[in-house]
């Protein structure tokens, strides 16, 4: 390397660059497959539909990285170390449109919701720096917090069973459902007319609800998790949530809880084609929703972007700054082309570069060519797919509990001391996220087509801790240190 090349910009020799790459994928894959399973299980697709969306997300994961990383012209592409994936903040608004609209129309809607925030997110990426002042890090904080809590309910329902569906705990007794049958086959008049609608109530205790095995099976691999994090070294802590995953695999696969079917008929390579579920639904309330999370996101990114020009010695500039906000907007419309869901830069990857201090942005585009050959690899998306719900539920609690952590760890710099007000902003903000938790009826007699706005406690809890930021604070300015001094210490402080 000669003094004229920044270090950012070294091309490493291949061998070295493939291993490099390999750990920012290793890094990165629990995450990035964890947001199409939860969103194909919520649509009840078929196996090999949840696979699909598995291959397209890994695809896209690869090739916005490298746009990122290496740049596509002086608009898109920040030319830094950075793996893009598909941010958690946008589960709870898809979650909701899935629960309402299950099946391939509910993923036309979701794709249509992301087409369309993608371009609005192009649309203000030069604006959305002047925006800094109402993110400070009591704001960005409290979202990143009501973020992880709001996830996790998605973990502990991987481990016991959703409330809905063959694993809620408790089913219909199939003998009240024969007496049912049995007086509506009775001659008419001979009992009065049955009430329209009237359904049996769910009774009998339902054995596949927190059965003792699957309990086992996600303790154990919380405890891999634990375990490895706690005494490996380097690289392997650094995926000691995928060496749980792969621990819980295995054992899943040994009780006969894997079946690999799919993983069998599916071909080794494949093309990943846009609009698979068909024509997109844009549908303006959602389009709006998934556009306010898109803000959220890319206030976020800007932390990470400034965070990542300390590590690496490159000064983050304005054209920068907007380019990469844009490759957010970019990824985001191309990934609801091509059957997949908002991007942004992932922080573990951020915190890796502070951790192994090589800082070539090189190696995050090798990195994006192996997510590419993945996707493109349908053998491992029915693998992925293959896995029972509850391996995942010990990661979950640790992948969503680390989101909620990280909100805390940001909080932490913030002043409540002489500032009694802050606390105002983190409680009632934190109340207004656990609204669709707690009570996910409450909208039951509000206009049904503002529900998917208001069904995310993500966005109502965001709305409120930037609206009382404003009444508290006057909008109290956050500055270019604190967004990125808030993005290293979600990373660890690297």
Known sequence: MTDKIHPVDEILPPAKLFTLGLQHVLVMYAGAIAVPLIIGRVLKLDPADVAFLISADLFVCGLMSIVQSFGAGPFFGIKLPVMMGVTFASVGPMISIGIANPGVDGARLIFGAIIGAGIVAMLIAPFISKMLRFFPPVVTGTIILIIGVTLMKVGVQWIFGVPVGPTAPQLVDPANT????????????????????????????????????????????????????????????????????????????????????????????????????????????????????????????????????????????????????????????????????????????????????????????????????????????????????????????????????????????????????????????????????????????????????IDSGILLGSVAAVALNLFFNGGAAGTEEEIRDAAMAADGGH
């Open 178 to 453: 024969a007496w049912l049958d049995a007086v509506k086959a009775l001659p008419a008049g001979t009992v009065p007319e049955l009430p329209a609608g009237l359904k049996i109530a769910p009774s009998l205790d339902n054995p596949a609800y927190a059965s003792p095995q699957n309990m086992m099976i996600s303790g154990a691999v919380l405890l891999v998790v634990l375990l490895v994090a706690r005494y490996a070294r380097g690289f392997f802590s650094n995926i000691a949530v995928l060496c749980g995953i792969l621990f819980g695999a295995v054992l899943a696969a040994v009780l006969g809880l894997m079946h690999f079917d799919g993983v069998a008929k599916a071909e080794w390579f494949h093309t990943i084609t846009p609009f698979h579920f068909g024509m997109p639904i844009f549908n303006p309330v959602m389009i709006l929703t998934m556009s306010l999370v898109m803000v959220v996101v890319m206030i976020e990114s800007m932390g990470m972007f400034l965070a990542l020009g300390e590590m690496t010695g490159k000064k983050v500039t304005q054209p920068m700054m907007s380019a990469g906000l844009r490759t957010d907007g970019l990824g985001t419309l191309i990934g609801g082309i091509f059957n997949t869901f908002p991007y942004t830069s992932f922080s573990q990857n951020v915190g890796l570069v502070g951790v192994t201090g090589v800082r070539s942005r090189w190696v995050c585009i090798m990195g994006g060519a192996i997510m590419i050959v993945l996707g493109l690899t349908p053998k491992v998306s029915h693998a992925v797919e293959a896995l029972p719900t509850t391996v995942l539920g010990g990661a979950g609690l640790v992948m969503f509990g680390m989101v909620a952590a990280t909100g805390i760890r940001i909080l932490a710099a913030v002043n409540f001391k002489t500032n009694k007000f802050n606390l105002f902003i983190v409680a009632i903000s934190l109340g207004f996220g656990m609204i669709p938790l707690i009570a996910p009826d409450f909208e039951m007699w509000m206009p049904h087509v503002i529900h998917p706005l």
